[in-house]
């Protein structure tokens, strides 16, 4: 297995949990963005955004706003692997993560970073240096936002620009829907046990 997601791997015990290993390789098309909603030690919201082989990961406790200048806390987890965008379901008590995941949003995205003189740079290198930029097309988010990192490894996510006509700020994260099933963080919870 490659040392892309060691540290996803190290975490989990692949005989107790039904997150997927990882095995996917990425494909020409754009990439990919996902939104899940973990019902974990504390509720919080996944962010992972597709760049080449991994999904980058942060934690965002209150979950992305759709009202531009809401600033939300955004904390990197380890890279997860691509296949994780459709991994809704229960981990087991005691596991890594133990608790209750939703896919609530997902879609492609456009990478939109440039330099201080407007010319387009890397994606993956944009968030090395800790300020990337892109555009989400997903059901629920749709247009641009920004994850800019501001002390150590703490970044903020926020939409920078208009994509409707008016945010709805975050759903109750007990009241959302997944976009794959339509179902609850407890129907899912109440059909998995
Ligand atoms: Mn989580």
Not at 65 to 92: C, M, N, Q, W
């Amino acid at each position: 297995m490659s040392e892309r997601l060691s540290d996803y791997h190290g975490k989990r015990d692949f005989g107790r949990t039904r997150e997927p290993r990882g095995r996917q390789s990425a494909t020409g098309a754009a990439p990919r963005f996902v939104v899940q909603i973990h019902d974990a030690r504390t509720m919080h919201f996944d962010f992972r955004l597709q760049v080449g082989e991994v999904l980058k990961s942060w934690s965002v406790p209150k979950g992305p706003s759709d009202v531009p200048k809401d600033k939300r806390l955004a904390v990197p987890t380890e890279d997860h692997p691509l296949e994780y965008e459709d991994f809704e379901g229960v981990i087991p008590a005691g596991e890594y993560g133990g608790g209750t995941v939703i896919v609530w949003d997902r879609g492609s995205y456009e990478p939109l970073s440039h330099d201080r003189q407007g010319r387009p740079v890397d994606f993956a290198e944009s968030l090395e240096h800790g300020h990337a930029t892109f555009r989400l097309h997903g059901t629920k988010l749709r247009g641009q936002y920004a994850l800019t990192r501001f002390r150590e490894d703490n970044w903020l996510l926020v939409k920078t620009a208009e994509g409707r006509a008016r945010g709805h700020g975050t759903p109750d994260p007990r009241r959302a829907r997944s976009v794959r099933t339509g179902r609850t963080l407890a129907q899912v919870a109440a059909e998995e046990n």
